[in-house]
């Protein structure tokens, strides 16, 4: 096992990852920007180094002072934790030749699934099912419109490159195809640096589900069950829970079957998420993989028991997994919600000093904080300033926790998304489990407008 | 004079001196918090004066463009 972890990261997860570095004796080194000074993770780290001005292309995705403080520090290991630099393949190679151990797989799988035309040619030999669509790129907006005419509309207009609903349009007939190509290819390239487009049957109203995968580097992989993420704001998660309330026991063996098989054909190591879209008749496809930690991983540490950091630790220090598949049970029901400093309604960014935060503390919660009562949430990053996570003997137990500690839970100072939070979980189709992509659009924005 | 609604970074810049917009048109977009934020004129007029430049950090209620 390492002696001493680099954590290339801030806020809540750095300090996720540092809790469990301490636990198993392992040193820690945090990096912070000069506007993190003050931040927990530096305080929680054993050591920690200023890696540049607060723009993260200046700090955080400074990759040479990010590595000048691995080797001052004498660290062997650098931990990406999500966001930022977990799924740069140019950093994670940078890493692998300085001598060091990314904590996470190959600068080689990582690049391959950051493209999504090359993980659907992947997935798709691998025999794992596949959204009907086209494997290559879109030389133009017409050969897109004779793809699509074939396959039907309406269809998805996806940039490869793309991530957070950037570059990726639903089109429902030719004319708003031809109209829609060419801005989204533009904005691919001005964000990703890469405007090769493809296209995809659209399927409506789907559920997010996504597997978590664990894989060493002896040749094991084993699925750690599901989490159900639909509900989503801007394309991005607010609430997820484990298990999926809406599949079969059999669609679940299938999934997990299909995330192993997924996994296994691109010799992935280290934890993993294969993500699929699930539509009304519980068919399912592969979405995309996230070599990377996910925001969302305490529902699945809360349900099956293990700590996927202490397995990332080592799995990446070289241990072979002692887990297997048929040993795993899925104890109960987990929740979590993501806190954003943001306008409820418009879902705009609220920066500022948070001058009170109550954290509820009544057994059944988790808390993953990245503040404090004091703390000053700047806008040069991520909005997200902690997660809320309750466990449950069975999912209306978890709900019911949910809807108490949320009741409880208090930040003053910057607006959340806290009141959206309560009305969503206090839905009666929340609470009947039926969350699919469009629930925002759908319950809470139609409500809101009402009140 | 339109005012930042919040502290951020100025993405983009839409209008110049001279520019004649309408009510609601966009003029800058913003960055904060990894969200882009498109500022709108309130209403019609001529941009007498851009204050900031691409890559300015603003603070809440900073002067970005001035309209009359």
């Not at chain 1, 940078?94 to 001598?99: A, I, S």
């Not at chain 1, 904590?103 to 080689?108: A, W």
């Not at chain 1, 133009?140 to 998805?156: D, L, N, Q, R």
């Not at chain 1, 009544?362 to 990053?381: D, K, L, M, N, W």
Request: with cysteine; hydrophobic share 40%; net charge negative.
């Amino acid at each position: 096992m390492f002696q001493k972890v680099l954590i290339a990261n801030r806020g809540e997860i750095a300090r996720r990852i540092i809790r469990t570095c301490k636990r198993l004796g392992i040193q820690t080194v945090a990096i912070y920007s000069e506007a993190d000074e003050k931040s927990l993770h530096v305080c929680e780290a054993d050591e920690s180094y200023c890696v540049g001005e607060p723009p993260v292309n200046q700090s955080y995705l400074n990759v040479d002072a990010i590595l000048a403080a691995t080797k001052e520090s004498g660290a062997e290991a650098i931990h990406p934790g999500y966001g930022l630099l977990s799924e740069n393949a140019g950093f994670a190679k940078r890493v692998e030749q300085e001598g060091l151990v990314f904590i996470g797989p190959t600068s080689e799988v990582i690049e391959a699934m950051g493209s999504k035309l090359e993980a659907r040619k992947r997935m798709a030999s691998a025999g794992v099912p596949i959204i009907e669509g086209v494997n290559e790129a879109m030389a133009s907006a017409t050969e897109a419109a004779e793809v699509a005419a074939k396959i039907g509309y309406p269809v998805m207009l996806k940039a490869s490159a793309g991530g957070g609903g950037i570059g990726m349009q639903v089109v429902h007939d030719e004319a708003e195809l031809l109209k829609a190509f060419e801005g989204n290819q533009k904005r691919a390239e001005s964000f990703f640096g890469d405007g090769t487009m493809f296209v995809e049957k659209f399927i409506a109203e789907p559920h997010h589900i996504e597997v978590q995968v664990l894989a060493d580097q002896h040749g094991h992989t084993i699925p750690v069950f599901e989490r159900e993420c639909s509900v989503q704001r801007r394309n991005q998660k607010v609430v997820e829970e484990a298990t999926s309330p809406f599949i079969s026991a059999e669609t679940r063996e299938k999934m997990l079957d299909a995330a192993v098989a997924a996994a296994s054909s691109i010799g992935y190591t280290n934890a993993g998420t294969i993500e699929f879209l699930v539509d009304a008749n519980e068919q399912f496809y592969f979405l995309e993989m996230n070599t990377r930690l996910q925001v969302e991983h305490p529902v699945t540490e809360e349900i099956s028991g293990l700590d996927l950091v202490e397995w990332q630790l080592k799995i990446a220090s070289g241990e072979e997994l002692t887990i297997e598949r048929s040993q795993l049970r899925i104890h109960g029901h987990a929740i979590e919600v993501r806190i954003y400093a943001e306008d409820p309604v418009r879902f705009f960014p609220s920066p500022g000093t948070i001058t009170k935060l109550v954290l509820p503390q009544e057994s059944g919660i988790r808390h993953e904080a990245g503040v404090e009562e004091g703390s000053v949430v700047t806008p040069f990053y991520d909005p997200m300033i902690a997660k809320l996570i309750t466990t449950g003997t069975t999912r209306d137990e978890a709900v019911t926790r949910m809807q108490q500690a949320l009741a409880d839970y208090v930040v003053e100072g910057i607006k959340t998304n806290i009141p959206m939070l309560r009305d969503v979980v206090a839905h009666p189709e929340f609470q009947a489990g039926r969350t699919t992509t469009k629930f925002v659009e759908q319950y809470y924005l139609p409500e809101v407008a009402k009140k | 004079m339109i005012k930042a609604e919040m502290a951020g970074t100025v993405w983009k810049v839409l209008v110049k001196e001279g520019d004649t917009v309408e009510e609601g048109q966009e003029v800058m977009i913003l960055e904060s918090m990894k969200m882009e934020i498109p500022v709108e004129a309130e209403e019609a007029g001529v941009v007498k004066r851009v204050v900031v430049n691409e890559g300015d950090f603003i603070d809440v209620d900073a002067d970005l463009v001035e309209i009359e």
